[in-house]
């Protein structure tokens, strides 16, 4: 299993660019790497998922350098609403969603 | 589409008590998994599957049974509840490519548990 490495939590202020940045030194070659948000009293929520190089979609982008042996995912210009915990998760569905764990998560708190 | 649903949102049960935890989908899922979240911690997986007839073991399976008879439908049941199962629980659903394809999971609201 591909263990993650991500910061107990980050303070940001309001339109600020925030990079989240988690480790995972032991990376196989068909994983993909999936972050997810969770907000108070929810099931987390996809928010991108990539597998080399950047990618962007409408709410983030993630940037994993040529070695995969971290990720950064960026939220640009955050809001009150981007208050959550962060999950980074590394795994190969063909192995089954119980090769992906959750660890504890960044949690990110944005002031006004 | 409802997506995700978990009946009910909050229970409080008795030890040794059992009940049964409700999930459905509507996306046409293959795979289906349950998990529980102690306060401060990540989400922990107790059982999943792969299609109907089909379920496995996860991460801490220990005290739940799980079945799978339809596409739709994977309930969680608590055989005889502890005070160490007090925790939110989360069911959660995906497409299930077989080969090559990372995860894109769709999580139900949660059933807050408490067990006195």
């Known amino acids: 299993l591909a263990k993650t490495t991500q910061p107990i939590s980050m303070d940001s202020y309001e339109g600020q660019e925030v990079n989240i940045t988690c480790s995972h030194n032991?990376?196989?070659?068909?994983?993909?790497i999936t972050w997810y948000q969770q907000f108070p009293s929810q099931g987390p929520r996809f928010i991108i998922q990539?597998?080399?190089t950047k990618v962007t979609n409408e709410v983030a982008s993630l940037f994993i350098p040529a070695d995969r042996k971290s990720s950064t995912l960026s939220l640009p210009r955050v809001s009150l609403s981007d208050t959550a915990v962060y999950y980074c998760?590394?795994?190969?569905?063909?192995?089954?969603?119980?090769?992906?764990?959750f660890g504890a998560g960044t949690r990110l708190t944005v002031k006004p | 589409n409802a997506g995700v649903t978990q009946t009910p949102k909050f229970q409080v049960l008795k030890t040794g008590q059992s009940m049964t935890l409700q999930c459905a989908q509507d996306?046409?899922?293959?795979?289906m998994s349950w998990y529980r979240q102690d306060p401060g911690m990540g989400l922990r997986l107790i059982h999943y599957?792969?299609?109907?007839?089909?379920?496995d073991q996860g991460e801490v399976p220990n005290g739940y049974n799980v079945s799978r008879s339809t596409t739709e439908d994977f309930p969680l049941r608590l055989l005889s509840a502890a005070p160490s199962q007090t925790s939110v629980y989360f069911c959660?659903?995906?497409?299930?490519?077989?080969?090559?394809?990372?995860?894109?999971?769709?999580f139900g609201p949660g059933t807050r548990l408490t067990v006195l």
């Open positions: 990539g597998y080399k």
């Open positions: 959660a659903s995906s497409y299930w490519s077989g080969s090559g394809m990372g995860d894109t999971q769709y």
């Open positions: 998760l590394v795994g190969d569905k063909a192995r089954g969603n119980n090769d992906m764990r």
């Open positions: 032991n990376i196989a070659t068909n994983d993909y």
């Open positions: 599957s792969v299609g109907a007839g089909i379920t």
């Open positions: 996306m046409n899922h293959e795979y």
